[in-house]
C-alpha cells in the first residue's frame, strides 16, 4: 500500500465545509483512494473511494489531484455526528485485500 | 450497504481464561475476512487474514497459537483469544469483503468488541 500523510486534527465549525487533506505521493496506476471514518467506540465506516476522476456520493466529495499524488475528502456542511478520525487509505482494490490504517485526522466540530 | 456484525460488543473476562469473538457477515458471503487490533488513541493494526476453509495468515508479531481463527464458513469467523491477559485488552474489530467478481471490493466492518482482561 501507498504510504499516506494526514494532519493529525483539524477543527470545523457546524453547518461550515470542511476539506480534509491527504497526501500519497508514491500512489501506482492501479491504486484506488479510500476514505474511511471511525466514530469513537466504533469500527471504521466506508465513505467515499476514487480512481482518478472526483466523486461525489451522499456523505462526501472526493477531489483527487491530476497527478494523482494527493486527495481532498470535503463534508460540505459538517455536523456534529461528523466528528470522527477520518482515514484515507490507498491501495489496488483488484481484490479483496486488507486496509494499512495510517493515523488518520481527527476531525472535531464545533457547536 | 452490506453489514457485518460482532458478537458480543463488549467482554469482560479474568486472567487465563479463553474469549471467543465472532463475526459474521449478515447479508453477503465473505470467503476472506480480517481481525484487526486497536489500543486507545492509536490506529487500527490488521492482526491476520481469515480464508474460508482455510488457515489464517497471521501478520509478523502475532502469535498464531494465542490468537485463533477459524472461518468455517462463507459468513463467519471467529477469533478465539487463549489464556487472557491484561495486555491483550483491547478493540477487537473485523472486516469482511464481498467474493471477488472483479472491479471494487468494498471492505465492510463490524461495530468492534471490546474485551477487557482482569
Known amino acids: 500500500d501507498a504510504k499516506t500523510t494526514q494532519p493529525n486534527s483539524m477543527e470545523s465549525n457546524e453547518e461550515e465545509p470542511v476539506h480534509l487533506p491527504c497526501n500519497h505521493s508514491?500512489?501506482?496506476?492501479?491504486?484506488?483512494i479510500h476514505w474511511y471514518r471511525q466514530l469513537p467506540s466504533q469500527g471504521p465506516e466506508y465513505v467515499i473511494h476514487g480512481l482518478t476522476s472526483n466523486v461525489n456520493n451522499r456523505m462526501a466529495s472526493l477531489a483527487i489531484a491530476e497527478d494523482r499524488k494527493s486527495s481532498t475528502l470535503i463534508l460540505h456542511r459538517a455536523t456534529l455526528r461528523d466528528a470522527a478520525v477520518y482515514y484515507c487509505i490507498v491501495h489496488s482494490s483488484g481484490s479483496a485485500r486488507q486496509l494499512t490504517f495510517g493515523s488518520g485526522t481527527q476531525l472535531t466540530v464545533l457547536p | 450497504g452490506a453489514v457485518v456484525s460482532q458478537h458480543p460488543s463488549w467482554v469482560i473476562c479474568k486472567s487465563g481464561t479463553s474469549v471467543k469473538i465472532e463475526c459474521r457477515s449478515l447479508d453477503f458471503q465473505a470467503t476472506t475476512m480480517f481481525w484487526y487490533r486497536q489500543f486507545p488513541k492509536q490506529s487500527l493494526m490488521l492482526m491476520a487474514t481469515?480464508?474460508?476453509?482455510?488457515?489464517?495468515?497471521?501478520e509478523q508479531g502475532v502469535e498464531k497459537d494465542k490468537f485463533l481463527i477459524n472461518h468455517a464458513s462463507l459468513t463467519l469467523s471467529t477469533l478465539t483469544v487463549t489464556s487472557a491477559h491484561p495486555e491483550d485488552s483491547s478493540f477487537y474489530i473485523c472486516?469482511?469483503?464481498?467474493?471477488?467478481?472483479?472491479?471494487?471490493?468494498?471492505?465492510?466492518f463490524g461495530p468492534g468488541t471490546r474485551l477487557t482482561v482482569l
Open positions: 508514491t500512489i501506482s496506476g492501479t491504486d484506488y
Open positions: 481469515s480464508n474460508e476453509g482455510s488457515k489464517a495468515t497471521y
Open positions: 472486516s469482511a469483503s464481498e467474493m471477488d467478481r472483479g472491479g471494487y471490493n468494498e471492505q465492510f
